[in-house]
């Protein structure tokens, strides 16, 4: 596999979209589950941190179809040219871009409406995470339900990594009671959550992959184990902050409100490379079953 620099540059683009997207469609989620829960000034505060996400978002969604025009022309003048950038436009990126950026500046002034619009909001972020199945391999991939798969998949995603930054918001701002019921009724809503990410995460790689032996013979399927190796580790970590750390958060134990704030931070970690991994398997490794 060669590394260009337009190549870096592209994945570490769309690694950066992928984030300030799917956290701030998960945070959307996460605000519609948790409002009773929040004070006022909570809601505030990661209304504030979705605001930041959304302008990430679109601002990485502009850069992705600079790069790719570069890319493209193996020269920055291609950022200019106009009949490249139309291409990439026209390519289905400026469809998805289109709805990421509207289903997110729908959803944050829907939330901010209290439970009228609540419908709008999770319908706003919903969208804005599935436009990445608008693009991609798994779009042109048979059968042709793998883009309803991927978008159950990015769904899940969204969900679990947009509720990060929420949660070590209210780690550094609540005392224990407040924060264990926070997390507890995220705990509650993730099992069947994550379950649904690995299902469906599961079948889209056995079809994109097309045989097993090309998790260890092709550039794909390694990345794809090193992904997986990675995913084992966040759920480990998940693991381990709803059977040890909330249980005793809810009884008011304060050194588990400093443990789940570090376990967060090594969340947010493994989540951006598993993100990164993802961005090089898109941008760089085909799909053997494609090839």
Same mark, same amino acid.
């Given at each position: ?75 920055? &003048? ?42 709008? &909001? ?128 809810? &009884? ?40």
């Amino acid at each position: 596999m060669n590394l260009g620099l337009w190549d870096g540059a592209a994945v570490l683009v769309k690694a950066v979209l992928y984030a300030a997207t799917l956290g701030a469609a998960g945070g959307v989620f996460f605000l519609a589950y948790s409002r009773s829960l929040l004070e006022p000034s909570d809601r505030l505060a990661i209304a504030r941190l979705l605001g930041i996400l959304v302008a990430l978002a679109i601002a990485a969604s502009a850069a992705r179809v600079l790069i790719t025009a570069a890319s493209m022309s193996e020269d920055a &003048a291609g950022m200019l040219d106009l009949r490249l950038l139309s291409m990439v436009w026209h390519g289905g990126e400026g469809r998805a871009a289109t709805l990421r950026a509207g289903g997110l500046l729908l959803a944050i002034p829907a939330l901010m409406r209290a439970g009228r619009g609540r419908p709008f &909001a999770i319908v706003g972020a919903a969208a804005a995470a599935a436009s990445f199945g608008w693009v991609g391999h798994a779009r042109a991939a048979a059968p042709a339900a793998t883009p309803l798969l991927l978008g159950v998949h990015v769904l899940a995603v969204a969900f679990w990594v947009g509720a990060l930054g929420p949660l070590a918001i209210q780690a550094r701002r609540r005392e224990p009671h407040r924060l264990g019921a926070v997390a507890a009724r995220f705990g509650r809503i993730a099992l069947a959550v994550v379950a649904a990410l690995l299902a469906a995460g599961v079948v889209v790689l056995w079809i994109l992959l097309g045989s097993v032996s090309e998790l260890w013979t092709s550039d794909y399927g390694r990345l794809a184990c090193l992904k997986l190796a990675l995913v084992a580790c966040l759920l480990a970590l998940a693991a381990w902050n709803k059977l040890r750390l909330v249980p005793r958060i809810v &009884a008011g134990d304060t050194l588990a409100v400093r443990g789940l704030r570090r376990s967060l931070r090594a969340e947010m970690l493994v989540a951006g490379l598993i993100l990164l991994i993802t961005a090089a398997l898109t941008t760089l490794a085909g799909p053997p079953s494609m090839s």
